[in-house]
């Protein structure tokens, strides 16, 4: 089955440590993106990717950083620079930029 | 000023009766979309519906129908016949750019909870 799988679930950080999520589609979508989601609020996008090497920050980029090395991947790092990191993290794709998104299950990140 | 608004933090609705779901939006933009999104207690993200600023048609997607009402600025999602498993947070989001610098944003609401009754 087609989809967009995140790993892992859940994931603890200690203070100063960076750390990554991952996420691989195989669904052939061009275009992916990363979102942050905070308790009682909406979605908030981290950093989208149009196409292989190339990414734009969104709304909330500071203290993230992103690759797009493959069209399959695109890992999110969460690095000591992220003073509020716990929250949960939602990648998704699109066959074209900002078209109708499917969305991975989640990770959910906490500062240990 | 925000954005998106969803005025309703919940909503009930008894099984099989229709229920609308409010979506206001603030855009200076002539091109933009409009999104739905449901997202169970599992956590996933679902598209709904979608509906483009140009499109003269009101969007249907099954039980999903959106209410595209352009001067008003609102795109309220109705859900027809709904059911025990509609019970789920529903997120409205819109899709502005690109910009004259290329970028777009993609903003979405705080998100209705709705409760379906049996």
């Known amino acids: 089955d087609g989809g967009i799988t995140q790993s892992p679930k859940y994931l603890f950080r200690k203070e100063g440590q960076n750390v990554t999520l991952s996420c691989e589609q195989n669904?052939?979508?061009?275009?992916m993106y990363w979102y942050r989601q905070d308790p009682g609020q909406g979605l908030r996008l981290i950093y989208y990717?149009?196409?292989?090497?190339?990414?734009q920050k969104g709304d909330i980029a500071e203290g993230y950083s992103v690759s797009r090395e493959k069209k399959e991947s695109f890992p999110l790092t969460v690095t000591s620079a992220q003073k509020n990191p716990t929250a949960f993290y939602l990648c998704a794709s699109s066959i074209g930029l900002f078209q109708p998104q499917h969305f991975g299950d989640g990770t959910r990140l906490s500062i240990l | 000023a925000q954005k998106i608004t969803q005025t309703q933090p919940g909503m009930f609705v008894q099984e099989k009766e229709a229920v609308t779901l409010d979506c206001t939006y603030d855009t200076s933009d002539q091109s933009y979309g409009l999104f739905w999104y449901k997202q169970p207690s599992s956590g996933e993200m679902i598209f709904l519906i979608y509906?483009?600023?140009?499109?003269?048609q009101n969007a249907t997607e099954g039980r999903y129908s959106l209410n595209f009402q352009k001067a008003r600025k609102s795109a309220n999602l109705v859900i027809s016949a709904s059911q025990l498993g509609d019970s789920a947070m529903y997120f409205c989001a819109m899709r502005e750019g690109p910009s004259t610098s290329g970028t777009y944003k993609y903003i979405f609401g705080t998100g209705t909870r709705l409760k379906v009754l049996a």
């Open positions: 669904l052939n979508h061009d275009a």
């Open positions: 990717s149009q196409i292989v090497n190339d990414f």
């Open positions: 509906q483009g600023s140009y499109d003269e």
